[in-house]
Nanobody, 126 residues
């Protein structure tokens, strides 16, 4: 079992930056691929970015490619999402999630992730 707790959300102006963190409990964090998802009001939850267990493979949604960076620190049981050049359409609740399946690639489907955090709100004002 893994518990995930996101932090770092808030209100920022368009063009600004935020860094989200996701702290995980448990000794198996370093073996899980991790992902960030988001859900805007009235919309379905969508994949944002993912990172392999080693950190060697990353994958991004087209909408955030070049602006967001996912990283992880296995010694700290933490995964990060650096968000730059934020746009109003990035406004959403952001969730981190853990994928237990032992594969060396990043998956992007909601049902492929086993553990979820409670989410952190990101609001971008235009």
């Amino acid at each position: 079992q893994v518990q995930l707790v996101e932090s770092g959300g808030g209100l920022v102006q368009a063009g600004g930056s935020l860094r989200l963190s996701c702290a995980a409990s448990g000794r198996t964090f370093s073996s899980y691929n991790m992902g960030w998802f988001r859900q805007a009001p009235g919309k379905e939850r969508e994949f944002v970015a993912g990172i392999s267990w080693s950190g060697g493979i990353t994958y991004y949604a087209d909408s955030v490619k070049g602006r967001f960076t996912i990283s992880r620190d296995n010694a700290k049981n933490t995964v990060y999402l650096q968000m730059n050049r934020l746009k109003s359409e990035d406004t959403a609740v952001y969730y981190c999630a853990a994928d237990r399946f032992p594969i060396d690639r990043v998956r992007s489907k909601i049902h492929e992730y086993d553990y979820w955090g409670q989410g952190t709100q990101v609001t971008v004002s235009s």
